[in-house]
């Protein structure tokens, strides 16, 4: 009963704008307090909610050991992990595309990729990245409603140890200018 008035509470915070920074930490930390009353050990893979910005792809459960499971396994590096778009204006939408490689020594598969915030929209392949092979992550940021300095985290879900991995996307968001009561001068 708990977990339904968490997810009800969560699902809440988000539809009224969860990309606020406090807002979006206390969301955020009643996804891991829902995950965990559901016994999924933190993830949101399974949240609705957060599945919307992951546009709809299959949910996973996380099944991740609290232990490295032995044998060989597959691992994500990033050539870069964190990306500033510099200066922006209010209602740009920028995209960034993050290559990494499988460094491991087993087949890479993404099973999820969320942001907090649906302003930030990830997606990648659902296809097996063979070990030294690349793959890439494409992140879409849309600055509306955005000013000043705007950092946003991806926490993408693996079959890495650990099974997660972060990427951060920052940018300064130049207010757009205000033309209301902008116009000719009457004499």
Request: charged share 25%.
């Amino acid at each position: 009963m708990k977990s339904v008035i968490y997810a009800v509470l969560a699902i809440g915070l988000l539809s009224l704008g969860a990309c606020t920074g406090d807002l979006e930490k206390r969301v955020t930390d009643l996804e891991r307090r829902v995950a965990a009353l559901e016994g999924n050990g933190g993830s949101t893979a399974t949240n609705p909610s957060v599945q919307t910005a992951t546009q709809n792809k299959p949910q996973v459960q996380n099944n991740t050991p609290k232990e490295k499971p032995e044998g060989p396994l597959p691992k994500m590096e990033f050539s870069e992990k964190v990306h500033d778009f510099g200066r922006i204006t209010e209602g740009d939408v920028v995209t960034k595309v993050f290559t990494f490689k499988n460094t491991g020594e087993a087949p890479l598969i993404i099973s999820d990729a969320t942001s907090s915030c649906g302003c930030t929209v990830p997606s990648y392949t659902d296809k097996p990245i063979a070990p030294g092979e690349e793959g890439e992550l494409e992140v879409k940021y849309n600055s509306r409603g955005k000013k000043n300095q705007d950092n946003k985290v991806v926490r993408i879900t693996a079959n890495t140890w650990p099974a997660t991995n972060n990427i951060t996307i920052k940018a300064f968001v130049e207010p757009k200018a205000d033309n209301t009561g902008a116009g000719p001068v009457k004499q």
